[in-house]
């Protein structure tokens, strides 16, 4: 069980994504087959890459929380010493967690709204509430990749471990 969780914490979002990448090149492909070859496109297969993509980046947000790539402004940031870094990472992944809460709770709202419509996707025979599931799972992926960042962010203060960035990287 441990390793499926260290897994999960380590590739999940890796996997997700080569998985649907892989999936849109397949139907981007047909598509172009059942144009060209087929004079026949098949409809579904462009809406069905385009909910990959979306799906695809909402669920890349939290891999970019989790490797230290989403948004930031490093100009700031780089003027400070080591210390006041560690710092000021806590509050913006405090910001940034108070942002995705509420972009999780507004996507459950919406997803709630589409699926007492009952509505499906034109050319999908897929429930149109599960296409918009991605917005408060994304969110929640941010939320635990937020919130797993700022613990690593606590202990490495607690540990001191800007000190050997202070001192020019010597321990």
């Known amino acids: 069980m441990k390793k499926i969780i260290q897994w999960m914490d380590d590739k999940l979002e890796v996997f997700i994504g080569a998985i649907f990448l892989a999936l849109m090149v397949l139907f981007t492909s047909l598509q172009i087959a059942g144009r060209y070859i087929f004079t026949a496109p098949f409809p579904w297969t462009e ?12 669920i890349s947000i939290g891999y970019a929380v989790k490797t230290g790539e989403h948004i930031r402004i490093t100009f700031v940031r780089m003027l400070l010493k080591p210390k006041w870094r560690l710092y000021l990472d806590i509050i913006c992944n405090t910001l940034c967690l108070g ?14 709204t589409i699926r007492q419509g009952g509505q499906t996707a ?16 994304g969110f ?29 990287g010597k321990a």
Do not use: A, N
């Open 47 to 58: 809406e069905m890459t385009r909910y990959m993509f979306v799906w695809m980046v909402f």
């Open 122 to 137: 034109v050319p999908l025979p897929i429930p149109m509430w599960l296409l918009y599931l991605v917005m408060p799972l």
């Open 99 to 112: 942002f995705s809460v509420i972009c999780m709770c507004e996507g459950y709202k919406l997803l709630s």
């Open 140 to 168: 929640l992926l941010v939320c635990l990749r937020l919130i797993q960042s700022t613990m690593k962010t606590i202990q490495d203060i607690r540990k001191k471990t800007y000190e050997s960035e202070e001192m020019g």
